[in-house]
Structure formats: C-alpha cells, structure tokens
C-alpha cells in the first residue's frame, strides 16, 4: 500500500527566507503527484502538478521536483512571505489519491 | 486514526443519468465536508464547500443545479451529479474536517474517491 510521508511536520522561518518541504512516497508506480496548499477551515489549493513523466514545475515563487526513482518530491518556497503560512499537502495519484501528512508553515514577518 | 469513506468506487453510466456518490466520516463527526474533482492530467480541485444542515458553497464555475450537494447529517454527504454527460467523466473526491472545536479541528480526512465514467 503507498504510504506518503512529509517532513517536517512543522516549520517556522523569518520572512524572506528560501525553504524546503520534503515528501516521500514508498510506491513509484504513480501517475503523478501534486502539492496543495490547506488554510485553515478552507479547501485544498492546487499549487502544482508534476505528472510522471516530469521531473519538476514550476510556478512563480513556488518549484516542485519529481524524482520517481527514489520515491521524492520537494517543494521549494522562494522568498517566503507571511501570507505563505498554511499547511502544505502532497498527494500522489495512483488507483487512488494517497495524500501527505503535511507540513504546518508559518513565516514570521 | 479519522476514516472517510466514499460510495460507490467506480461507476458507469449512461449520458443523461443522474449519478449519486455518499461520502461517510466513519468514526467521527464532521461539520464540514469538500467535494473536489480531477479530470486526467489535471489538477485536483474544489468544487464546493458543505456544511451540515446549511446549504453548500460552490467554486466559481461549477454548477449548484447540476452537482447537488446535500449534507443531512454530521456523517453523511451526497454528491449527485444530474443528467451526466461524458464530460463530467472524472474523478470524485471528498474530504470531512473533525467537528470544530477539537484538537485538530482543521485536518482534512479524505475518502478513497470515486471514477465516474459516463458513455
């Protein structure tokens, strides 16, 4: 059964830092993956979606990798910004959608 | 840990039929359930936002009178896409927040999701 992880479960940085969020999933059969971001009592945002074939997206201050071999995906915030703080999903397609744990963001201003 | 189940799995059917998906909190309460859907190669995303006993918030471009959304308990949401045309052939999905007020009253628990296929 495919089980996604994510780290860390929660992260806090200054206000225009770079960072990292990591997530890892144990069955490379996938059709893709997608990275969502969650505010609190909101639906899932779709941030990016990196099909399999694909190696990484990107979308303005926001770059997601795909590496289907080793099973790892990482989301990558430039800059970051107060108004990115929420938590950020990641969920890979296969029979089913199996989604992350999520990573709890917050940037200090 | 929170289980959310969806109803049926897989389903085809005709064009012009109406198609009904349950989605179930099964072991907890939940006041809020989504409802996305992801055509192929695309992103997932929100359709509309329910809440028990109120009437459901749809996304900009989706049709309240063609996916009706009904959430008559704190366990239980429906789905009905009416008179389905193989363009709403998709994938269904839902997710249920814990009752709010709890610890972890903002995590999302999703179901399995359901393939709609219409002919």
């Known amino acids: 059964k495919q089980e996604v992880t994510q780290i860390p479960a929660a992260l806090s940085v200054p206000e225009g830092e770079n960072l990292v969020l990591n997530c890892s999933f144990t069955?490379?059969?996938?059709?893709?993956l997608q990275w969502f971001r969650q505010d609190p009592g909101k639906g899932l945002t779709s941030l990016l979606l990196i099909q399999s074939s694909q190696r990484e997206q990107t979308s303005g201050r926001l770059n997601a990798s795909l590496d289907k071999s080793s099973g790892r995906s990482t989301l990558y915030i430039a800059a970051s910004q107060p108004g990115d703080s929420a938590t950020y999903l990641c969920?890979?397609?296969?029979?089913?959608?199996?989604f992350g744990t999520g990573t709890s963001l917050t940037v200090i201003p | 840990g929170a289980v959310v189940s969806q109803h049926p799995s897989w389903v085809i059917c005709k064009s012009g039929t109406s198609v009904k998906i349950e989605c179930r909190s099964l072991d907890f309460q939940a006041t809020t359930m989504f409802w996305y859907r992801q055509f192929p190669k695309q992103s997932l995303m929100l359709m509309a936002t329910?809440?028990?006993?109120?009437?459901?918030?749809?996304e900009q471009g989706v049709e309240k009178d063609k996916f009706l959304i009904n959430h008559a308990s704190l366990t239980l949401s429906t789905l009905t896409v009416t008179s389905a045309h193989p363009e709403d052939s998709s994938f269904y999905i839902c997710?249920?927040?814990?009752?709010?007020?709890?610890?972890?009253?903002?995590?999302?628990?999703f179901g399995p999701g359901t393939r709609l296929t219409v002919l």
């Open positions: 069955d490379s059969a996938i059709y893709n």
């Open positions: 997710s249920a927040s814990l009752l709010a007020g709890g610890p972890g009253e903002d995590t999302q628990y």
């Open positions: 969920a890979v397609t296969g029979n089913q959608f199996y």
């Open positions: 329910s809440n028990e006993g109120s009437k459901a918030t749809y």
